[in-house]
C-alpha cells in the first residue's frame, strides 16, 4: 500500500493552498467579458507594474497565451515566426499558429542552453525583397526558462541582444515566459528588467507559483486590446474569472519567494542522482526547478521500469525517452520528499546491479 505520495511529473501539479482557497470563496467577482471583474483588473495591472508593461489581459492557459500573442503580432496569414527547434510553441502547443492562425513557424537550432545562435537568427529573418515568394518575417519568439534545455535560463544580455536585432530589422519579440518568475530568481534580476526588450510576455501562473488555473499576457495597450479580442474569438472570454485570478494574486504574492527553495531541492537532488551509479546527470546545467536525467545503458534497466518502480512507492516521474527521464521540483515538495525519493533511487538501481542488470 502506497502511504506517501510525492509528485515530481511538473509543477503544474500543485494543489491550491489554503490561503488561495480563502481567497477564492471571497473573492469580489463581475462580468470579465465586460470588462468589469474587480479581481481580474486587481491581477491584470499587479503583472502589468511586475513586468513593466502597459497592460496586460488574463488567459485560461500559457498556451492560449503564446497563441493570442503571436496571432496579434502576425496579423496576416502567412506571416512568419523565428523559434527555438525545441522550443514549447513548436513542439507542444498542438501546431496551433499554423492550424488556427496560418503563421509559418521558421525554426532554428537551440543550442544546449536554449538560447539560438543571433547570426543564424539573423540569417533566419526572409529578405523583404522575396515577397513574391517567401513569407514575411514579422515575429521572433524566445522562451525562458526553457523548459526541454532543463529549465535554463536566458540571460538578459542575450535577451536584450535579440531585442536589438528584433528593432533593426522591424520586428516584434515575444517571450514565452511561462516561468519567468523562475528565472528571475536563478538570476537575481527583475522581471520587468528580464523582459524589457519583448513586445509581448506570456507569464503562466499555474506552474512554479502554483495558481490552480491561468496565465497572463502583457505587452502595450494596444496589443492587449488586440488580444482581448483574440481571447474572445478563442473561447478564452470567461465571465466571473475573478474566482480564479484571487488564487492568481495569492501565488504572485506569497510564492515567487517559495522559487528559491525550489530550486535548492532541485540542485540537492541532481546532486544526489548523480552519486547513484547508472545516473547521467548535469549537475551543473540544474539551475532552476528542472531535472533530466539520463540511466546507463550498460544498467540494463529502461526508463520505464524505473518510472514504473518509484511508481510503486509513490513517487511520480515523467519518462522522455527509452533512457530519458524529467523531474520537476515545485513549493510542494520538502526536503524530506527529496531524501525519500533518492533512497527509491539508490535502491532500485542498487538492487538491479546486484541482480546482474535483471
Not at 503563421?103 to 525583397?129: F, S
Not at 537532488?269 to 528542472?290: F, M, P, R, W, Y
Request: glycine fraction near 10%; charge should be negative.
Amino acid at each position: 500500500m502506497i502511504t506517501r505520495t510525492v509528485d515530481l511529473r511538473s509543477d503544474t501539479v500543485t494543489k491550491p493552498t489554503e490561503a488561495m482557497r480563502a481567497a477564492m470563496a471571497t473573492a469580489v467577482v463581475d462580468d470579465d467579458v465586460l470588462h468589469h471583474d474587480p479581481t481580474a483588473l486587481c491581477l491584470e495591472t499587479e503583472m502589468a507594474r511586475i513586468t513593466g508593461k502597459e497592460a496586460a489581459l488574463f488567459v485560461p492557459s500559457g498556451t492560449m497565451g503564446n497563441l493570442i500573442s503571436v496571432l496579434v503580432h502576425c496579423d496576416t496569414r502567412g506571416s512568419e515566426v523565428i523559434l527555438g527547434d525545441n522550443s514549447h510553441i513548436h513542439i507542444y502547443e498542438n501546431g496551433g499558429i499554423s492550424t488556427i492562425g496560418g503563421v509559418h513557424p521558421r525554426t532554428v537550432k537551440n543550442n544546449q542552453d536554449g538560447t539560438m545562435d543571433i547570426d543564424l537568427i539573423e540569417a533566419a529573418i526572409r529578405d523583404p525583397g522575396g515577397v513574391l515568394v517567401y513569407p514575411t518575417t514579422r515575429l521572433i519568439c524566445l522562451e525562458n526558462t526553457h523548459a526541454n534545455s532543463g529549465g535554463r535560463c536566458l540571460s538578459v544580455e542575450y535577451v536584450d541582444k535579440v531585442g536589438e536585432l528584433a528593432k533593426k530589422h522591424g520586428l516584434k519579440l515575444h517571450i514565452d515566459g511561462a516561468r519567468i518568475f523562475n528565472a528571475s530568481v536563478a538570476l537575481g534580476i527583475p522581471v520587468h528588467r528580464l523582459v524589457q526588450a519583448a513586445d509581448s510576455v506570456s507569464v503562466c501562473l499555474s506552474k512554479g507559483l502554483g495558481a490552480p488555473v491561468g496565465s497572463v499576457i502583457v505587452g502595450s495597450r494596444s496589443f492587449i486590446a488586440k488580444a482581448k479580442i483574440l481571447r474572445k474569438t478563442l473561447g478564452g472570454g470567461m465571465r466571473q474569472v475573478g474566482i480564479l485570478c484571487a488564487a492568481a494574486l495569492v501565488a504572485v504574492q506569497e510564492n515567487v519567494v517559495k522559487l528559491e527553495g525550489d530550486h535548492k531541492k532541485a540542485k540537492i537532488l541532481a546532486e544526489g542522482l548523480s552519486q547513484i551509479k547508472g545516473i547521467k546527470v548535469d549537475v551543473a546545467s540544474v539551475e532552476t526547478n528542472i531535472i533530466y536525467f539520463d540511466i546507463d545503458e550498460s544498467s540494463k534497466f529502461t526508463a520505464e521500469k524505473l518510472c514504473e518502480y518509484l511508481e510503486e512507492h509513490g513517487i511520480l516521474v515523467t519518462q522522455e525517452g527509452p533512457l530519458r527521464i524529467r523531474i520537476v521540483l515545485h513549493h510542494q515538495i520538502s526536503e524530506s520528499d527529496v531524501q525519500y525519493t533518492l533512497s527509491y533511487f539508490q535502491h532500485a538501481l542498487s538492487g538491479v546491479q546486484d541482480q546482474n542488470g535483471i
